[in-house]
């Protein structure tokens, strides 16, 4: 369109020039006429002719040729009025207002930069004949990511001030389902065991939640990258996919894709060598080469080996040195020899540390977790350990490091961590509900990262069916400067049991004060070893209602032989271990803690008696984002005098969230004789969970699992005594939870099956929890 109209405007300038110009003239003057933002300067800048140049008819054409292609007008003519030269123009419109609306998949800003590729931007002169390209590079972004039904409707509307309004309505659709993937060229491996190395798959049962079939060009593109490295780990040393086609169905919903590929020969490992320069022994680094002579030769091998030398490098300062492999290739023998080339490069220093983007946490509470010393020979190792425990601080919710060079400085670096910090609510309200405890009220001050200090405060109020509970802790994580913990633990408490599935007809009341200390000690390699060491002190009180009828047997019988007025001290030890790479969600890694309690008499009628406890979580990372987890919890208790005279309530219980879910809130174990057979606990608890952690693209605060629990509470003294029933054996159950950091704190909701049920036991296939532990 622009030629045509060049084209025909120079053709009716041939009539019109012979009008001013039948002679030749010199110009004096040159007028613009028409103009509306642009500055006669420019165009002046663009002519082919000066003032005090003489005009000559064929040189007409050239000045409306050359101001085309300025790309300002719409429309060019020339006029004369003695000896000026009159320019008569039109010019386009600008884009005033662009507006992209139906977009979502691919955001704004970045459809605008595309835009902005093709000149198409607010304030830019407005082009229709670019209209189409517009289209096009637009939908060329959704076809790279499968939506090959997205349509584009662009329409163009006149604002004031010649600018024109770009509305651009997008339709994304959905992305297209792969149908069917097809391998051509392999003899070495099936098809199908070569379509398992992909990252994408056809539709499938866990398709839904993977999103694995939809179909995009990333997606394939990482997938022939893996399905190659099959390849190289298995000694196909110049495998080649050769290519790859994706067939669209008329539909276009779906899609076809094919993978030729050429194996080639295997190789294998005729020898290999270490050279270079050597700041550590070489023996110590060729230790380090997991390779053998005869060996299949292994891409992923290698990378394990140089990424071996690499760490043990950079734990002694040369974070920047590089092995660079050079491969001699046997073509007729089929070997490769490896030379593994080191270039050590300068030992780097850290001169400074620096923490960004921690607007509630103060500096020194992040720098004590610092491992890497500022001043200090720079160490990896050090590095990504400062790194992972600053994210097992529970007030951080990510962190990303990044190293430096200082400029002018060619062995030193920077260190900067960037944060990404939790909410936390200085005051809380709270209203719930809990199958267990019905309908909850509480309110109070829950600070784990109390005025940015990293010292815990909480002072809390609940009250439901089942206790009223009134508390104050205080932490502070380094009461000493060198990790020394402090807890402090103040509560009163008043609980019937009887409305939490437990056995009724009393009430207890408790007074609670302790102080714990947590000592580091090791050092471990990614883990943070603790022993704990502390001392409290207990006050209990039975109540029994007016009418012992409902009592059970087991109950009144402890008070008849003790008493209902308890008190106690408390000496606690433990040990902890946290190999976690997170505190919130973690990925990999494991927590572990063992507890002793030893519960001494504050006066001679109190009870004498213990309690042990073990619970474990383990996170570790398979395929494709799944995880998989375990959950383990034993615990015993028992008097140190007859195994009757430990204390009922400080049984151990078992059932619903935490526990064997599936079952009521503390309904599984032992019975007792009243009319409705409550749950007493038992003073033995076994309690495990292997789950599925499904990958999530949704939020980085939702996390699902698949799950099978399993677990029971016991008596190991005979209960059917005191007209109670026995445990059974271990309960089982399967089902799909689901975990959600809400604004109102961590929300865990499960949906469960029984599968191996037995009479009187009390099911229950939907619970909830508020205030759950995601680690």
Do not use: C
């Amino acid at each position: 369109m622009k030629k045509l109209l060049v084209v025909l405007v120079l053709f009716l300038n041939g009539f019109v020039a012979p009008v001013f110009a039948a002679d030749a003239f010199v110009v004096r003057h040159i007028d613009v006429e028409g103009l509306q933002r642009i500055d006669s300067e420019t165009v002046y800048s663009y002519l082919p002719i000066k003032r005090g140049e003489v005009l000559r008819p064929e040189k007409t054409t050239a000045i409306i040729k050359s101001l085309y292609k300025t790309g300002f007008f719409d429309h060019i003519t020339l006029s004369r009025n003695g000896d000026t030269l009159i320019i008569h123009v039109i010019e386009r419109p600008t884009i005033g207002q662009l507006k992209i609306t139906g977009n979502s998949v691919i955001p704004t800003d970045k459809l605008t930069s595309v835009m902005k590729s093709l000149d198409i931007a607010e304030g830019r002169v407005y082009n229709r004949a670019i209209l189409d390209r517009i289209k096009q590079s637009l939908l060329n972004q959704y076809f790279e990511l499968g939506r090959y039904n997205a349509r584009i409707d662009i329409d163009v509307s006149p604002l004031p001030r010649n600018r024109v309004l770009v509305k651009i309505d997008i339709s994304e659709g959905i992305t297209a389902k792969i149908r069917r993937i097809t391998i051509i060229g392999n003899h070495a491996y099936s098809e199908k065991k070569l379509v398992q190395q992909l990252t994408i798959t056809r539709q499938g049962l866990l398709t839904f939640f993977t999103q694995t079939d939809q179909y995009s060009q990333e997606k394939l593109d990482a997938s022939l990258e893996g399905l190659r490295n099959f390849y190289l780990d298995r000694g196909y040393l110049k495998v080649n996919v050769k290519s790859s086609q994706v067939s669209i169905t008329p539909d276009r919903k779906s899609v076809y894709v094919t993978i030729v590929v050429e194996e080639g020969e295997k190789y294998t490992v005729k020898g290999f060598t270490l050279t270079g320069e050597f700041v550590v022994p070489r023996s110590q680094l060729i230790g380090l080469i997991r390779i053998k002579p005869g060996d299949t030769f292994s891409r992923q091998v290698v990378m394990d080996s140089e990424k071996a030398i690499s760490d043990e490098l950079g734990k002694v300062g040369y974070i920047y040195a590089t092995i660079n492999l050079n491969p001699t290739i046997d073509e007729k023998n089929r070997t490769v020899f490896l030379d593994f080339n080191l270039k050590a490069g300068k030992r780097m220093y850290v001169r400074h540390i620096y923490f960004t983007d921690n607007t509630k946490t103060n500096d020194e509470v992040l720098r004590r977790e610092m491992q890497q010393m500022e001043g200090g020979v720079a160490s990896t190792g050090a590095m990504e350990e400062s790194k992972r425990r600053l994210n097992l601080l529970p007030y951080l919710k990510d962190t990303e490091m990044s190293v430096v060079p200082v400029p002018n400085k060619d062995n030193q670096v920077d260190l900067n961590y960037k944060v990404t910090e939790n909410n936390s609510a200085e005051l809380t309200g709270r209203i719930g509900y809990s199958q267990a405890q019905h309908v909850i009220l509480g309110a109070g001050v829950n600070q784990k990262n109390f005025l940015g200090t990293g010292k815990t405060l909480g002072l809390n109020v609940e009250t439901s069916r089942y206790q009223r509970f009134y508390g104050a802790s205080y932490t502070d994580p380094y009461f000493t400067t060198d990790g020394i913990s402090r807890s402090v633990n103040i509560s009163a408490s008043r609980v019937d049991p009887g409305q939490a599935n437990l056995t009724k007809s009393y009430t207890m009341n408790e007074y609670d004060i302790s102080d714990t200390y947590s000592i580091p000690f090791g050092p471990e390699k990614n883990a943070i070893n603790r022993l704990d060491l502390g001392y409290g002190y207990q006050n209990t009180l039975i109540t029994f209602a007016n009418s012992r009828t409902n009592v059970s047997t087991l109950v009144a019988d402890f008070a008849n032989r003790h008493g209902r007025h308890f008190q106690q001290f408390d000496l606690m030890m433990g040990l902890s271990r946290d190999s976690r790479d997170r505190a919130i969600f973690p990925t990999r890694g494991a927590r572990q803690a063992i507890g002793l309690n030893l519960f001494l008499p504050a006066e001679s009628q109190s009870l004498r008696y213990y309690t042990m406890n073990y619970s474990g979580a383990w996170f570790h990372p398979i395929v494709n984002n799944f995880l998989v987890t375990a959950r383990g919890a034993i615990g015993y208790g028992n008097s140190f005098s007859n195994g009757e005279d430990y204390p009922f309530f400080k049984n151990f219980y078992a059932g619903g969230i935490g526990s064997v879910r599936g079952f009521t809130t503390n309904t599984l174990g032992p019975k007792d004789n009243t009319p409705n057979h409550q749950s007493t606990g038992g003073n033995l608890l076994a309690d495990a969970s292997l789950g599925l952690i499904l990958p999530n693209y949704i939020s980085d605060n939702l996390r699902t699992t698949l799950f099978v629990d399993a677990g029971n509470v016991y008596q190991t003294f005979d209960n059917r005594k005191y007209g109670g029933t026995g445990s059974g054996p271990l309960r089982y159950s399967a089902g799909i939870s689901a975990e959600w950091l809400s604004p109102m704190g961590p929300i865990e909701v499960s949906m469960a099956r029984p599968i191996n049920v037995r009479p009187g036991d009390d099911l229950k296939a939907f619970d909830f929890s508020l205030g759950a532990n995601f680690g």
